[in-house]
């Protein structure tokens, strides 16, 4: 998948991220199943033609993982946190989302990430 830089905008302070862009519908449905390991600044953001509720599961996905639903605007949304891997209980994104990022677990709460913050990339044509 190709990947790029994504910022997430949180106070007064930015955080940058290498993330895979999964925006097929194939690479939306594998993500990141069968994945161990991934580095703390990498995450993958799921680009949709539209904006709409999103619904996601941890079925074959080992890693625990944050997942943030943003709007077509480039907010954020909501935030599921720490889901359980291998989980295949749904996770909805409660709002309207075009874009979804998944990042390790507990890098939202520990950067402080909330709604209502920003987040931009190439892929979301929100810069």
């Known amino acids: ?8 905008r949180s106070g007064d ?3 940058t991220f290498i993330v895979e862009v999964a925006s097929t ?3 939306r449905a594998r993500g990141l199943m069968f994945r161990e390991e991934m580095a703390a600044d990498h995450g993958m953001l799921f680009v949709f033609e539209g904006e709409g ?3 996601f599961w941890m079925k074959n ?4 993982l944050d997942i943030i639903y943003i709007d077509a605007k480039g907010w ?3 935030i599921a946190a ?3 891997p291998f ?3 749904v996770i909805p994104s409660r709002e309207p989302a075009k874009y979804v990022l998944e990042l390790n677990a507990g890098l939202s709460a520990k950067l402080g990430f909330e709604p209502g913050d920003g987040v931009s990339s190439p892929s979301m044509m929100t810069e």
């Open 53 to 55: 509720e999103r619904f």
């Open 76 to 78: 954020i949304v909501s």
């Open 82 to 84: 720490d889901t359980t």
């Open 25 to 27: 519908d194939r690479q």
């Open 13 to 15: 302070n930015e955080h």
């Open 87 to 89: 989980s295949e209980d």
């Open 61 to 64: 996905t080992p890693l625990p």
């Open 1 to 8: 998948m190709p990947t790029e830089t994504l910022i997430v």
